[in-house]
């Protein structure tokens, strides 16, 4: 059962009843969930599907293919050994189901639909190894075939987003505007991450949720580990501590399904973990040993696609000055915690969970978590119809260094100075806060020179204790709402 997914599954719909022929690129990170998505839109029912195969050669990844063209009714075809002869015989294959008169499985409730051929290429950035002539092939069935007709429906799908952008999207040759839809399909917000749970039988409170999305995120096979019976931190204790746990190589076998000389991508999310509210593309050369050159750019640029990293300006500066700042939760957690799962097992994370180093930790975690529903934030704050624009602030206010890691900067003339706080129960300002959050406010305006109306907003678990204090919070936003 498709949970969420409801503007993706819009677009395939509406791609399988067009009166032409289709191309549709699928793309986003590992384990989000593509090819379910697309097996589940169709039911599994394709007039030919194919999967690349992770390090296989040109040869492999050619066998593999042979063997689907055969599996799917092309017997007695004669071999491909290239990938023009591959892409001819699936032209071959697909005309003789349209002889046949076969065509995929309707999609409910249009039964009337005539529907289309639907071809379906998964993790075609493995399939397209060093040299090999796989887009040429590609380019020749889709320009020479697929176009021309309006009954085929082409998915092509990848968890290397940038391979997908700069090959297919971007392309200068002859896939070039080729493409007529695309789908990049995002992690689970933490309402859909409610419906995965509700769905499964998974019982957890709205603050369990939030642990487990600064934990695996909003990955839909992260989740589906879980087990009903356990609570939630047996579950991270089984997933991820154990010392056969099933997540205990996802770190390295992420990166490396997606980037050629992953070791790089690595190094550099390991810098980033490093600290917090992000680092400058001058201290990652220093932090990687990295030459600041174009390899430097290609691995920011691909991790940004991906949406493991988010680059972001502090207030007042300009792009060049810009901050890299590691975002997937999964990758923080384990660059985190991997350490203590090589000394401990079974119950490490029952036992942390009541430790002082664990609020300290879901302090940090919940502010990324919330970085990743900025539009839950704004609609609360009902400014989801206003030009926004977010920031990050670093300032000082009688010799004392202070920082704001979410600045909301409104078209409507008002920045909203926002504070996050993550706690068990209602946070309480008390006089050390109330006297930071105001002078952060005089700081920011003064060094900023800003003439927008300054104020300060809080984001919280379960709200603010109201006291003599809590008059400086002018907007308050709480868990519920990141699950709107």
């Not at 499964?200 to 642990?211: D, L, V």
């Not at 980033?272 to 992000?278: E, S």
């Not at 050159?293 to 007042?316: C, H, P």
Request: net charge neutral; proline share 2%.
């Amino acid at each position: 059962m498709l949970i969420g997914r409801e503007k993706e599954q819009h677009t395939l719909r509406s791609c399988f009843e067009s009166d032409k022929s289709e191309f549709v690129a699928v793309y986003g990170r590992r384990r989000v969930g593509k090819t379910y998505l697309i097996k589940e839109s169709f039911g599994d029912k394709f007039a030919f599907y194919a999967t690349g195969i992770l390090n296989g050669d040109r040869d492999a990844q050619l066998q593999a293919w042979n063997n689907e063209i055969s599996r799917f009714g092309g017997t007695g075809y004669p071999a491909a050994g290239n990938w023009i002869e591959a892409f001819d015989n699936l032209n071959l294959l697909i005309e003789k189901q349209c002889t046949a008169g076969l065509s995929a499985t309707k999609l409910p409730p249009k039964e009337e639909s005539r529907g289309k051929m639907v071809i379906f290429i998964d993790e075609i950035p493995w399939m397209s190894t060093m040299h090999s002539d796989f887009l040429a092939g590609l380019d020749y069935f889709w320009n020479r075939w697929a176009s021309s007709r309006k009954d085929v429906l082409l998915i092509i799908c990848g968890s290397a987003a940038s391979w997908i952008i700069d090959k297919i999207i971007n392309d200068k040759g002859g896939l070039h505007n080729r493409l007529t839809r695309q789908i990049f399909l995002e992690p689970f917000t933490l309402n859909e991450c409610e419906q995965f749970y509700k769905s499964r039988h998974i019982p957890m409170t709205r603050y369990q949720m939030a642990e487990a999305y600064m934990i695996f995120g909003g990955i839909p096979f992260y989740l589906s580990l879980m087990e009903p019976s356990y609570s939630l931190y047996q579950n991270v204790d089984k997933i991820y501590f154990a010392h056969d746990a099933e997540l205990h190589n996802e770190f390295e076998n992420l990166y490396r399904s997606l980037y050629r000389n992953a070791g790089h991508y690595i190094n550099v999310i390991e810098t980033l973990a490093m600290k917090g509210i992000g680092l400058s593309r001058a201290e990652i050369v220093e932090g990687t040993a990295i030459a600041d050159g174009g390899t430097l750019t290609k691995i920011l640029k691909d991790l940004s696609i991906s949406g493991f990293i988010r680059e972001y300006k502090a207030y007042g500066q300009k792009r060049r000055d810009s901050l890299y700042q590691l975002i997937d939760p999964f990758s923080m957690f384990d660059i985190r915690f991997r350490k203590m799962r090589e000394e401990y097992s079974n119950d490490y994370w029952l036992r942390f969970s009541s430790s002082p180093a664990y609020y300290a930790w879901s302090g940090l975690s919940y502010e990324k978590l919330c970085l990743l529903h900025l539009q839950q934030i704004r609609k609360k704050m009902g400014i989801a119809g206003v030009l926004t624009s977010v920031f990050s602030w670093r300032g000082e206010y009688d010799g004392h260094g202070a920082q704001v890691d979410l600045v909301i900067d409104r078209n409507d003339n008002i920045i909203n100075l926002c504070e996050i706080k993550f706690s068990s129960g209602q946070y309480q300002i008390d006089k050390k806060d109330y006297e930071s959050m105001r002078n952060k406010r005089s700081a920011f305006a003064n060094s900023t020179r800003t003439r927008k109306f300054v104020q300060t907003t809080i984001i919280t678990t379960f709200g603010l204790k109201r006291n003599n204090y809590s008059a400086e919070i002018v907007s308050e936003v709480v868990l519920d709402d990141l699950f709107e």
